[in-house]
């Protein structure tokens, strides 16, 4: 063996929840997500358990999301869902009986009655306990994030806002997945410096940066990325590879952008009969994505050639031998320059693999397969690493971010400044009554001022800040940010009026319900 | 001001500004009843058709504004605190906003004897001994500023700070002190590097991708997202065109 491969991937979705409406687009991020990246993952593992596949990696699951594979109303309307899902599927193979679609109605059918028996079988209806099982089994590691994905850099003018987010983060993770996290996948790989004193304080031990958050560290880092670095209280810093980053992340050399890869886009939500599909899209009749797409990306123009799953899998092959290859041939330029095993990162998103690239989590599995297969690259998760070469250069890892640019310019520009005088603010106020009231005995004190911490949270989410420069969903980014601070701004007064309105306060305790056993005092 | 009109919401958002007592507490009907009795008691019954405005009027609530708000979460712009913040933005910007409440501004007046202040933004540079500034910029009472401040690794803090009648500045808020960011490998090199790895480190950071990275923008999943959107978007413009290309396909 000549070195390592760690696979990270970031799974997270905002917390979006809205039961004061039957039927909201924005929740659909989580259940096609569901569908389409979380449970095929989880199915491949299985496989490759079964299989005797030697696999290895780093999962983060935010808290956010583990909120969500936890909330009884979401997986009520999750199921039904999928039960939707396939009855269009049957409706489907019924209309295209006798054309080119017909294999793929039926390809759509089978795949979600897979999906649905291993959901109730071996998954017992719990997300959580299938990343629980491989955990348990030492082939994966576990990561947290920050508590609702909060831009830890810009939240840092507060210092206890940064510690909540850890410690709230911590103490979520510790309880849904029965152990506490030893590693964080930080929102958006963002650091800052002193952020890792926070980190040790929890007994997080290692946290991932972008390729120049380790290669501008002080002093030099002397492996580059191709081993971790610690920080001055000793926790590790894996530095993202660039070149395997590219392969997958890149949208022209990219692996996803194959011709025989199935197109995002052409999805019958927008291609059929208004009528014919309409119990299928939003009630108000605009159209969505169902998930059923029966294209394959052909090339750059709107003509689309119909699927070819065959091809396609034969395709995850290839790209994973290359893949593969690409990674021996990076293990061995380093390993002759260094001491020691070098290591190759590549962080990815987990929603690419499923969800965006449909063939993905396939992909993913012939990479484990082939490279099982490999006597020069093996995978390895952090802790495996850490364990293997205990001792590392300690240095001071750079500022910086995953985003555009490397800094932290997408969540902090003109469209989306104007939130963190907000959320300073409402950091300020929280840690100030959260000491004043920190022995009160008055429910309803208590009461609002948990619900305050549980609206903050939710306002600090980087999703906001991100949808607002990406552009994607803007109006509804502005609205939830909006909403946070008002909620939480409203809450304020009732505590310092002490004048109460328990409807109000009820329903955002149901709605915005994140993290039922939440305490203010975590901002003391 | 038909306040029977409007959503419970909207009354709230009213009721914020005006600062009424209670407010959280009370029923619609109640926000409206206590809305019309603030009415009464600041603009008087006449002070609505001329445009004199009374004295008890704070400043930034003009009357007028109370037409229908559509239903929205109306934000304070400003908390009548002091504060300045500086973030930075990348190596070679840094965003600043800052606040003076109205109460310092009314003990800075009265004790220098004076009617309107000039408000002084700064950013410094530098360690306990050695410390410089790097700007100086005649701002308001509130507001944000973004600085192109070149400053890899330097620490950074701003400053917000009025002028009496004689120019004498004083300072109100600090910032925290800020580490701003590199942008290139660091010129430290440690000792035992160099044992370890001597001239190959140069090889180390070109097989790290470093020239790569600096020729063409680093791959993001932001880039990644709003690219899939233009093409999103595209494909919704066209809808209808693909609707006819999918009948002739689809069925």
Same mark, same amino acid.
């Given at each position: 063996m000549t070195g390592y491969w760690m696979l990270v991937l970031h799974s997270h979705l905002p917390f979006v929840k809205h039961p004061?409406?039957?039927?909201?687009?924005?929740?659909h991020w989580f259940y096609e997500a569901v569908s389409e990246t979380y449970l095929p993952m989880l199915m491949y593992m299985k496989q490759m358990e079964d299989e005797g596949i030697h696999f290895r990696f780093a999962v983060s699951v935010t808290p956010p999301l583990a909120e969500m594979m936890c909330d009884p109303m979401l997986m009520d309307r999750y199921e039904k869902h999928m039960d939707k899902l396939l009855e269009l599927a049957y409706k489907e193979i019924e209309r295209t009986?006798?054309?080119?679609?017909e294999h793929l109605a039926h390809m759509y059918k089978d795949k979600f009655l897979k999906l649905k028996e291993f959901y109730y079988g071996f998954l017992n209806r719990s997300l959580i306990g299938g990343y629980r099982h491989f955990l348990e089994k030492g082939y994966i590691d576990v990561i947290t994030c920050g508590f609702t994905h909060g831009f830890l850099p810009l939240l840092n003018n507060t210092y206890n806002a940064v510690r909540a987010q850890i410690e709230l983060a911590v103490k979520s993770h510790t309880e849904k997945f029965g152990r506490a996290p030893k590693g964080i996948w930080l929102p958006e790989c963002a650091y800052f410096e002193g952020l890792d004193k926070i980190l040790a304080e929890y007994g997080i031990r290692y946290f991932f940066v972008d390729t120049h958050g380790v290669?501008?560290?002080?002093?030099?880092?002397?492996f580059g990325v191709y081993a971790p670095v610690y920080t001055e209280s000793g926790v590790a810093a894996f530095g993202r590879d660039y070149y395997s980053s590219k392969q997958v992340w890149?949208?022209?050399?990219?692996?996803?952008? %194959?011709?025989y890869y199935r197109d995002f886009y052409r999805d019958i939500g927008y291609d059929l009969d208004h009528e014919y599909i309409k119990p299928y899209?939003?009630?108000?009749?605009v159209r969505v994505f169902t998930g059923l797409k029966y294209h394959?990306?052909?090339?750059?123009?709107?003509y689309k050639e119909y699927y070819q799953p065959e091809i396609a899998s034969r395709k995850t092959e290839d790209h994973a031998r290359h893949f593969v290859k690409g990674r021996e041939q990076q293990v061995k330029d380093i390993a002759a320059l260094i001491d020691r095993k070098p290591m190759v990162v590549s962080p990815y %998103?987990?929603?690419?693999?499923?969800?965006?690239?449909?063939e993905g989590p396939e992909f993913l599995y012939n990479v484990f397969k082939e490279m099982d297969r490999s006597d020069v690259v093996k995978a390895i998760t952090p802790l495996e690493y850490l364990n293997e070469y205990p001792t590392n250069q300690v240095v001071k890892v750079?500022?910086?971010?995953?985003?555009d640019k490397g800094y932290y310019d997408v969540w902090l520009n003109?469209?989306? %400044?104007?939130?963190y005088r907000h959320l300073h603010f409402m950091a300020e106020s929280m840690v100030n009554m959260a000491k004043y009231h920190q022995?009160?005995?008055?429910d309803s004190v208590r009461r609002c001022l948990n619900q305050m911490t549980r609206e903050l949270f939710l306002a600090q989410s980087s999703d906001w800040a991100f949808l607002v420069t990406t552009g994607t969903a803007i109006e509804y980014a502005m609205q939830r940010t909006k909403e946070h601070i008002y909620n939480f701004l409203r809450l304020k007064d009732m505590v310092e009026y002490c004048s109460y309105d328990y409807e109000f306060l009820g329903r955002l305790e149901y709605k915005n319900s994140i993290f039922h056993d939440m305490d203010f005092r975590v901002y003391c | 001001m038909n306040y029977g009109k409007m959503t419970k919401t909207e009354l709230y958002a009213i009721a914020q500004k005006l600062n009424i007592k209670n407010r959280s507490a009370m029923s619609k009907d109640e926000l409206a009843l206590a809305l019309k009795k603030y009415d009464k008691t600041v603009s008087g019954k006449k002070a609505e058709k001329t445009e004199t405005v009374t004295s008890?009027?704070?400043?930034?609530?003009?009357?007028?504004?109370?037409?229908p708000i559509k239903p929205d979460y109306p934000l304070p712009d400003r908390y009548n605190v002091d504060t300045v913040v500086l973030l930075p933005v990348n190596p070679k910007k840094e965003y600043v906003y800052w606040e003076v409440s109205d109460r310092t501004v009314y003990n800075f007046c009265h004790t220098h004897n004076m009617g309107d202040p000039s408000f002084i933004l700064k950013v410094f540079t530098g360690e306990e001994d050695n410390v410089s500034e790097l700007a100086s910029v005649k701002v308001g009472k509130y507001g944000n500023w973004y600085f192109d401040l070149y400053c890899p690794d330097a620490r950074l803090w701003a400053e917000i700070g009025m002028l009496d009648s004689k120019g004498n500045y004083y300072a109100v808020a600090v910032s925290k002190r800020i580490k701003m960011p590199a942008d290139r490998i660091s010129d430290l090199i440690d000792k035992e590097t160099w044992m370890t790895v001597g001239e190959n480190i140069e090889k180390i950071y070109t097989l790290s991708g470093i020239s790569d990275m600096q020729k063409e923008e680093l791959l993001s999943s932001a880039r990644m997202h709003s690219e899939l959107f233009k093409k999103l978007h595209n494909v919704e413009a066209s809808s209808v065109s693909s609707n006819i290309l999918s009948k002739k396909g689809g069925e």
């Open positions: 004061e409406y039957p039927y909201f687009l924005e929740e009986k006798g054309t080119c679609f290669l501008y560290s002080k002093p030099r880092p002397r890149s949208s022209k050399e990219g692996y996803p952008g %194959d011709a899209i939003s009630p108000d009749g394959r990306i052909t090339g750059e123009s709107d %998103d987990a929603e690419l693999f499923g969800h965006w690239w449909y750079n500022p910086s971010s995953w985003g003109k469209g989306n %400044d104007w939130i022995n009160t005995k008055d | 008890h009027m704070p400043a930034e609530v003009p009357v007028q504004e109370h037409k």
